[in-house]
């Protein structure tokens, strides 16, 4: 497993599936490695724009399991179930640590 390089002690690295409705985060890495269905979910999920650096926000959630999560990455949203959000490992923004 990759250890985050840069601040790590102020904000570890989680779950897509895990983000706080409406909290800020940067997309801090993708799952590696897993099934070759694993890694074909991580390939779309880089191809549609879930890259190391990107803003995302969990925006809402199914009702009334949850499922799927509403997620805006950059400028788009995305309709993401929470397995495949789970594969996108994300940062809280310290700023929005608070919020």
């Known amino acids: 497993m990759n250890q985050p390089r840069d601040g790590a ?3 570890q690295a989680m779950g897509l599936d895990a983000l706080p409705r409406g909290v800020p985060a940067t997309v801090a890495g993708l799952a590696e490695g897993g099934h070759d269905s694993v890694r074909a979910m991580v390939l779309r999920l880089m191809e549609i724009g879930f890259l190391p650096g990107e803003l995302v926000r969990v925006i809402a959630s199914g009702f009334p399991s949850a499922d799927p999560l509403a997620v805006r990455v950059g400028q788009a949203t ?3 179930r929470r ?3 789970a594969l996108v490992r994300v940062r809280v ?3 929005g640590a608070g919020a």
Do not use: P, V
């Open 83 to 85: 397995h495949e959000a």
């Open 9 to 11: 002690a102020s904000s």
């Open 78 to 80: 995305f309709a993401l």
């Open 93 to 95: 923004d310290a700023a």
